[in-house]
């Protein structure tokens, strides 16, 4: 039986230069979707999947981050002398989702470097690590923490995508395991190929699970694609000691640091919205028709 899998590690100390001018002075994980930043579904889909200790890497531009997660008594008392109560407990409940820690990335050096910083306060356990920006609506994460009870392997959300998309993904050749049906062995890791050099057109999305020995892998990536210390080399050179997992999905996640994704995510959330769906449904309907679009 594997160790149970009880802390989580989100990434959000990036620039966000693909949400420009925005990102400027917000950070883009506090981009809304309907009413919540991006990084509060990000951390209530690690709370769904058994998490219970959350460290969020950031950076001295992101403070904001941290005050959505902490109490706000004024507004609190403020809301309840209004008899909001509903209000008030949804401002409440926020800090006490899980365990919420942060630590700061000093400077943007990638992902494997910030996940890096993490050491210390994970230790000897296994953990995930949710990228700050991705939502995901499909379970991948729940299902790659019960593939570690199972197999006791580190694994990485695996989704295919057009070859000629391939290149802004980091990517995986993989072989099937006999009876398992969404389970993968990874046999090969690529940060950013070329469409010609990509063993395959199965992306990393966004969704891992390491056993701790990443963390030395870390401490020996030397800089790689676009000079940054890529987790994905590190997972590379895991993979040599120790089994490395895939879990395939295909759909169900939204890459909101993307201008045209962030969009697709607020329209299909409002429209699963039993207080809103029915009003902004009729108004896509009138923009259809308005526009012609179909
Ligand atoms: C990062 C990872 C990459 C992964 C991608 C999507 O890239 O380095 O391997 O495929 O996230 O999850 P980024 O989008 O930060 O450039």
Known sequence: MSAPVRKAVIPAAGLGT?????????????????????????????????????????????????????????????LEGKGKTAE?????????????HFVRQGEALGLGHAIGTARNHIGDEPFVVLLGDDIMTAPVLKGMVDTYANHGSSTVALMEVPMENISSYGCAAAQAIEGEDRV????????????????????????????????EEIA???PGVGGEIQITDAMASLMTKQ???????????????????YLRAMIDFTLAREDLGPEFRELLVETVKREGLV
């Open 18 to 78: 693909r949400f420009l001018p925005f990102s400027k002075a917000v950070p883009k994980e506090m981009l809304p979707v309907v009413d919540r930043p991006v990084i509060q579904y990000v951390v209530e889909e690690a709370v769904s999947a058994g998490i219970e200790d959350i460290l969020i890497i950031t950076s001295r531009h992101k403070k904001v981050m941290e005050d959505h997660f902490d109490r706000h008594t004024e507004l609190e008392a403020a």
């Open 88 to 100: 008030s407990d949804i401002v409440r409940d926020l800090a006490n989702l899980a365990d919420i």
């Open 184 to 215: 993968v062995k990874v046999t090969e890791l690529v940060e950013k190929p070329s469409m010609e050099e990509a063993p395959s057109n199965l992306a990393v999305m966004g969704r891992y699970l390491f056993t701790p020995a990443i963390f």
């Open 220 to 222: 020996n990536t030397k």
């Open 243 to 261: 089994d490395m997992l895939g879990f395939t999905f295909s759909e169900g996640r939204y890459d909101t640091g993307k201008k045209s994704d």
